[in-house]
């Protein structure tokens, strides 16, 4: 009912606003590479970019090792003033892990990073916008996009902000301000995974129909101050294996940047099986193991987060046009799974775009474009590797080993399946014995709990707003999902938000922590009934990531 209401006043507002040649939604590195290619090209149009973290970067969170070539064609000089974090690649290990020990591996050629960079995707993000300023971009940090707003034909012609200053009732506070309608010709959507207007653009505009469903991962990094002498700086690790059972997939990276600092990180796919995994849990678990465990002892966790990331490929592409707007980067699903990188794609998509949109002036004929170009060539040469995996390790494994020998030319497409639906009931796994990342060992290393790590992400939200957390069928959670899968979103989210409570007449009721959020998305990917709907809280709110 709150969300309806909302609704209803949304719809009787009166708006200010405000007219521009293109609006970017997202200053990511696509939305950013597109607005700086637009005024690059064409000085004149005036393109402003909305970005719903409280700062550029603030909410980017990666790896992050990225291919350079897109940003030495944005920003030439770059290296002779680089954004803080940035460490030359030097050295790749691949290793399979067990629970009792490692073995190396040789390295995934697709893994090679060799002329490669380590940085901080947060720090990249917020060096890069005041060079998109110094050309004119105009930058609204702390101003998302709450909705497209359209014409009467029924073309994207903007999109809406949020309203600022409701309490958690829906009702307005002192201080309230209605959002603002954002128009121009085109749109550009750089929401990233899973983005809030364009997942209902996606479907108001069918733009799926001729595609495999987006697949997607978990990904959890920590970022670490360890003892002097621990980091190698440029030495690149990644492991599979333990403590992920043989039908998960995932594994883990480990970058050694400057100043002794370590990034690590934990990635699961989620279209794993059993309701009761906790990828948190797993992480934390990995940290125990002897290979990696000497690495942080003694040292202390300087920043943490979590991001769900898109793994579709090129057979989970959707259309990436329509009336009025674009789709760019990791809202798209431009991401490449087996190299383990998305920025280079993700910049060069937003700077096709731009290109497009200056050669044409509209949205119209971009998804052609952008399918004949680099971006899809190396998406599609790799579009099996990921769904060989289905299988398992090993077949996934060999499947991989065979795409790399024929360079992608099989003359088949395995497909996608969606997440939620892999999800199998508590009757289909009871009878199991837990896999081995559920055998969760002590945990010596911090952060201790959730929560702890929350704390990390220095996640702020004003406790007195709708929650942006909506749950469509509420009695579902207490009812069904209970009997038939354990109420798993108590499990997958790495921030707490779900808990399931007693409440004053002895049932079970579902407790929404939305201050805990930290924007993975998690939640509204692997739900087994999709009924969480994650929409943009109010401007600013959400994690605040330091060199991450």
């Given at each position: 009912?709150?969300?309806?209401?909302?609704?209803?006043?949304?719809?009787?507002?009166?708006?200010?606003?405000?007219?521009?040649?293109?609006?970017?939604?997202?200053?990511?590195?696509?939305?950013?590479?597109?607005?700086?290619?637009?005024?690059?090209k064409d000085p004149e149009k005036n393109v402003c970019v909305l970005e719903?973290?409280?700062?550029?970067?603030?909410?980017?969170?990666?790896?992050?090792?990225?291919?350079?070539?897109?940003?030495?064609?944005?920003?030439?000089?770059?290296?002779?003033?680089?954004?803080?974090?940035?460490?030359?690649?030097?050295?790749?290990?691949?290793?399979?892990?067990?629970?009792?020990?490692?073995?190396?591996?040789?390295?995934?050629?697709?893994?090679?990073?060799?002329?490669?960079?380590?940085?901080?995707?947060?720090?990249?993000m917020s060096w890069l916008a005041p060079k998109a300023e110094a050309l004119?971009?105009?930058?609204?940090?702390?101003?998302?996009?709450?909705?497209?707003?359209?014409?009467?034909?029924?073309?994207?012609?903007?999109?809406?902000?949020?309203?600022?200053?409701?309490?958690?009732?829906?009702?307005?506070?002192?201080?309230?301000?209605?959002?603002?309608?954002?128009?121009?010709?085109?749109?550009?959507?750089?929401?990233?995974?899973?983005?809030?207007?364009?997942?209902?653009?996606?479907?108001?505009?069918?733009?799926?129909?001729?595609?495999?469903?987006?697949?997607?991962?978990?990904?959890?990094?920590?970022?670490?101050?360890?003892?002097?002498?621990?980091?190698?700086?440029?030495?690149?690790?990644?492991?599979?294996?333990?403590?992920?059972?043989?039908?998960?997939?995932?594994?883990?990276?480990?970058?050694?940047?400057?100043?002794?600092?370590?990034?690590?990180?934990?990635?699961?796919?989620?279209?794993?099986?059993?309701?009761?995994?906790?990828?948190?849990?797993?992480?934390?678990?990995?940290?125990?193991?002897?290979?990696?465990?000497?690495?942080?002892?003694?040292?202390?966790?300087?920043?943490?987060?979590?991001?769900?990331?898109?793994?579709?490929?090129?057979?989970?592409?959707?259309?990436?046009?329509?009336?009025?707007?674009?789709?760019?980067?990791?809202?798209?699903?431009?991401?490449?799974?087996?190299?383990?990188?998305?920025?280079?794609?993700?910049?060069?998509?937003?700077?096709?775009?731009?290109?497009?949109?200056?050669?044409?002036?509209?949205?119209?004929?971009?998804?052609?474009?952008?399918?004949?170009?680099?971006?899809?060539?190396?998406?599609?040469?790799?579009?099996?590797?990921?769904?060989?995996?289905?299988?398992?390790?090993?077949?996934?494994?060999?499947?991989?080993?065979?795409?790399?020998?024929?360079?992608?030319?099989?003359?088949?497409?395995?497909?996608?399946?969606?997440?939620?639906?892999?999800?199998?009931?508590?009757?289909?796994?009871?009878?199991?014995?837990?896999?081995?990342?559920?055998?969760?060992?002590?945990?010596?290393?911090?952060?201790?709990?959730?929560?702890?790590?929350?704390?990390?992400?220095?996640?702020?939200?004003?406790?007195?707003?709708?929650?942006?957390?909506?749950?469509?069928?509420?009695?579902?959670?207490?009812?069904?999902?209970?009997?038939?899968?354990?109420?798993?979103?108590?499990?997958?989210?790495?921030?707490?938000?779900?808990?399931?409570?007693?409440?004053?007449?002895?049932?079970?009721?579902?407790?929404?922590?939305?201050?805990?959020?930290?924007?993975?998305?998690?939640?509204?990917?692997?739900?087994?009934?999709?009924?969480?709907?994650?929409?943009?809280?109010?401007?600013?709110?959400?994690?605040?990531?330091?060199?991450?």
């Amino acid at each position: 009912m709150l969300q309806k209401e909302l609704l209803r006043m949304s719809e009787e507002q009166e708006r200010d606003v405000m007219e521009y040649d293109v609006v970017v939604v997202g200053a990511g590195p696509a939305g950013l590479s597109a607005a700086m290619r637009l005024k690059q090209k064409d000085p004149e149009k005036n393109v402003c970019v909305l970005e719903k973290a409280s700062e550029v970067g603030a909410q980017s969170l990666a790896g992050a090792v990225i291919e350079t070539g897109p940003l030495d064609e944005l920003v030439p000089d770059w290296r002779d003033d680089p954004p803080a974090i940035c460490v030359k690649a030097t050295d790749d290990e691949f290793w399979m892990l067990k629970k009792d020990g490692a073995t190396k591996m040789p390295t995934p050629p697709q893994q090679n990073n060799h002329g490669n960079v380590i940085v901080s995707l947060a720090n990249m993000m917020s060096w890069l916008a005041p060079k998109a300023e110094a050309l004119g971009v105009e930058i609204y940090p702390g101003f998302s996009a709450a909705e497209a707003v359209f014409d009467d034909n029924g073309a994207v012609k903007g999109v809406r902000t949020p309203d600022m200053g409701l309490d958690r009732q829906g009702n307005a506070k002192d201080g309230y301000t209605p959002g603002i309608e954002i128009h121009a010709p085109v749109t550009i959507f750089a929401e990233g995974c899973r983005g809030n207007c364009t997942k209902q653009l996606i479907k108001k505009f069918e733009l799926d129909r001729d595609c495999d469903p987006q697949t997607y991962g978990i990904g959890l990094k920590e970022l670490w101050k360890v003892p002097a002498g621990r980091s190698k700086p440029g030495l690149i690790q990644h492991t599979i294996g333990w403590p992920l059972s043989n039908d998960t997939y995932g594994g883990s990276f480990i970058y050694h940047l400057d100043d002794d600092r370590i990034a690590i990180g934990f990635v699961v796919g989620l279209d794993y099986e059993d309701p009761r995994f906790k990828p948190f849990e797993a992480f934390q678990q990995l940290k125990q193991h002897a290979k990696i465990k000497p690495l942080l002892e003694g040292g202390e966790i300087v920043s943490a987060g979590a991001r769900a990331l898109v793994e579709g490929g090129w057979q989970s592409l959707p259309k990436l046009e329509m009336p009025g707007a674009v789709i760019v980067g990791d809202a798209a699903g431009t991401l490449n799974v087996p190299k383990i990188k998305g920025i280079h794609t993700a910049m060069r998509s937003g700077m096709i775009a731009a290109d497009h949109v200056i050669d044409t002036g509209k949205a119209d004929g971009f998804d052609a474009v952008l399918r004949a170009s680099d971006v899809a060539r190396e998406l599609k040469k790799v579009r099996n590797i990921r769904p060989g995996f289905l299988k398992g390790k090993w077949m996934g494994l060999m499947n991989a080993g065979w795409e790399t020998v024929v360079a992608g030319k099989s003359p088949w497409t395995l497909h996608n399946h969606a997440d939620w639906r892999a999800t199998k009931k508590l009757s289909e796994v009871e009878a199991q014995t837990p896999d081995e990342a559920q055998d969760y060992v002590k945990r010596d290393l911090p952060p201790r709990d959730r929560l702890a790590s929350v704390y990390f992400a220095q996640t702020e939200h004003d406790e007195d707003q709708p929650v942006h957390l909506q749950i469509l069928e509420p009695d579902i959670c207490t009812t069904r999902c209970t009997e038939e899968y354990g109420n798993p979103c108590t499990r997958f989210c790495p921030a707490n938000v779900y808990e399931m409570i007693e409440n004053e007449s002895g049932s079970q009721e579902l407790k929404i922590n939305a201050a805990n959020c930290v924007h993975c998305k998690t939640c509204d990917i692997k739900d087994p009934y999709q009924i969480i709907n994650w929409v943009t809280p109010e401007g600013g709110a959400g994690p605040n990531y330091y060199n991450m």
